[in-house]
């Protein structure tokens, strides 16, 4: 049974998690821009109160660096992930790749367009975008270069595949999952001069959960 003093003492209200504010925070980013990234509208979105926010956060500030990191560890950090998975041809490696852009687990395109129209406008910003990208861009190079592609070729190659998707994500390009995953054997063969096996799409197809 409480005693009176625990009848009486007051419920601490919920303060949330760093995750359920950083995820609040990204929806506010994607809908809005960084400029719609303030404290009052999450504690409002969230139910939840300014002080559950500083329980976090020492500020704006903290989130907003918190929100670019997480975008540069998911992104950034999955794709090169991805290019150094295990992989017997280029073509296997290209659809460990493709897995980027399928799974917003992996890879939130949605994200990635709001951070850079947030980089326009901040000269702090951008340079951690450009790294973001020379990263990529060497990651996918490398991956090239590991199947015997030469240097020059290699780089030609990269920059070919993360400028359509540069393409895809900033004209906001929306396409049946099915549709394109048909075109992503012609993709792979433009990309990389060879078409994947009928055993290889099976495979990706699988973990995509499509049937062959």
């Known amino acids: 049974m409480m005693s009176q003093t625990e009848q009486l003492k ?11 504010w950083l995820d609040a925070a990204f929806d506010l980013l994607i809908e809005g821009g960084v400029e719609a990234v303030k404290v009052m509208p999450l504690a409002k979105r969230l139910g939840l109160t300014r002080t559950g926010f500083y329980h976090h956060f020492d500020g704006r500030e903290a989130l907003l660096e918190a929100l670019i990191a997480r975008w540069e560890a998911k992104n950034t950090g999955n794709l090169v992930t991805q290019t150094q998975a295990y992989s017997e041809t280029i073509t296997e490696a290209m659809l460990n790749l493709q897995d980027c852009w399928l799974d917003t687990g992996l890879f939130d395109a949605k994200l990635d367009h709001a951070i850079r129209n947030w980089a326009r406008h901040d000269v702090q910003l951008q340079p951690r975008v450009d790294a973001a ?6 990651a996918i190079q490398a991956m090239f270069e590991r199947f015997g592609y030469p240097a020059e070729d290699a780089q030609i190659r990269t920059m070919a595949i993360l400028y359509t998707q540069v393409g895809y994500i900033s004209m906001e390009v929306t396409e049946d999952t099915k549709l394109r995953v048909a075109r992503i054997p012609a993709y792979i063969k433009l990309f990389a001069g060879h078409a994947p096996t009928e055993r290889e799409l099976a495979r990706f197809r699988a973990r995509h959960g499509m049937r062959p």
């Open 133 to 138: 990208d020379a990263t990529r861009k060497a």
């Open 10 to 20: 007051p419920c601490a209200k919920p303060k949330g998690s760093v995750d359920l």
